[in-house]
Nanobody, 116 residues
Framework: EVQLVESGGGLVQPGGSLRLSCTASGFTFGRSSMSWVRQAPEKGPDWVSSIGIGGGSTAYADSVKGRFTVSRDDAKNTLFLQMSMLRPEDTAVYYC???WGLGGSRGQGTQVTVSS
């Protein structure tokens, strides 16, 4: 069974930074692309970023490009999202997902709130 557990969310002021983590189990993490997806209140899920097997390829939504960085530690079965220059519109529940894009299994999410 795929299990994904996100952590690292919280309340941050505009312009601040956060680092999200996602610990994976139940599948061979090192053989899977992984993604971050977010969902703001009363909105559908939005793809944020994906990283390929081995970390050799990454992709970002235009809204976060240049501010967010995705990475992975296959030895620890962990996915990361370093977020900087945060904006109020980044407020959402952030989920890690198995696979590339929106469609894979997700964790329970971690809340990120950007507010002064």
């Amino acid at each position: 069974e795929v299990q994904l557990v996100e952590s690292g969310g919280g309340l941050v002021q505009p312009g601040g930074s956060l680092r999200l983590s996602c610990t994976a189990s139940g599948f061979t993490f090192g053989r899977s692309s992984m993604s971050w997806v977010r969902q703001a209140p009363e909105k559908g899920p939005d793809w944020v970023s994906s990283i390929g097997i081995g970390g050799g390829s990454t992709a970002y939504a235009d809204s976060v490009k240049g501010r967010f960085t995705v990475s992975r530690d296959d030895a620890k079965n962990t996915l990361f999202l370093q977020m900087s220059m945060l904006r109020p519109e980044d407020t959402a529940v952030y989920y890690c997902a198995k696979g590339w894009g929106l469609g894979g299994s997700r964790g329970q999410g971690t809340q990120v709130t950007v507010s002064s």
